[in-house]
């Protein structure tokens, strides 16, 4: 669950933003087995991640933006948890071409645990095809700043197609998943909802399902292109 308050919109003069997001994931129950296969007992285990981010425009193409994040990690009877932060920018280099760059997993850990750090840097070109199509393209690298870290190359486009997107990535060096494809449908329009689905493959646990319900609400909502819209 998230959510995202502009605390003023003006498409060409971007305001302060306030993000907040829950994410809870719960395996349920799962059977522990000895070295013959046999089952001994059974557990259970879960995640939970809280954030929270806010969007600082130093000028028009210019933005900067930070995030504080608490996670938490049961696997039956242990307990691990971490908190840390996210630092970025955006910088427009023209209308259709922005490019990005962000430290990520900066990390003040309990328990001995915590996410990587990594810093991160990629580009994004939106460019209208015709009045009714819109099509983003989007690529980053992920260098990771631990000792033993695997670097990442993350690509992705997607094709709007009112009130249809189509999206696909690749990530070159991935382990498990690294292709996935989804597609968006936007009704309505003040507020402005949209339905995301997203097929990713998750190795041996097979296809994982993502599915998400965006509202937009207020001005800006009914923009018709993802480069405009909050």
Known sequence: VAAC??????PDTPGFALG???????YGTMYLTDLSSSSTTTFSASDMAVTG????????GFLLGAAGKMASQKIGDDYLSSFGFDFGLKIYLTEALSLGAAFQNLMSLKDGSGAPTNLRG???????VDDAVFAVASADVMF????GGKM????????EYLPVHFRAGYVIGADIGAFSAGAGFEFLEEPTLRIDY???PSGDAGLSHKATLTAMFGEGSGKKSGKDSW
């Open 144 to 147: 990771p700043l631990e000792k």
């Open 20 to 26: 907040v997001s829950l994410a809870y994931l719960m």
């Open 53 to 60: 981010a806010l969007s600082i425009p130093i000028s028009s």
């Open 122 to 128: 990629g580009l994004g070109l939106a460019v209208p």
């Open 152 to 159: 990442n190359v993350n690509i992705g486009v997607e094709a």
């Open 5 to 10: 308050l502009p605390l003023k919109y003006d």
């Open 198 to 200: 997203a097929l990713v």
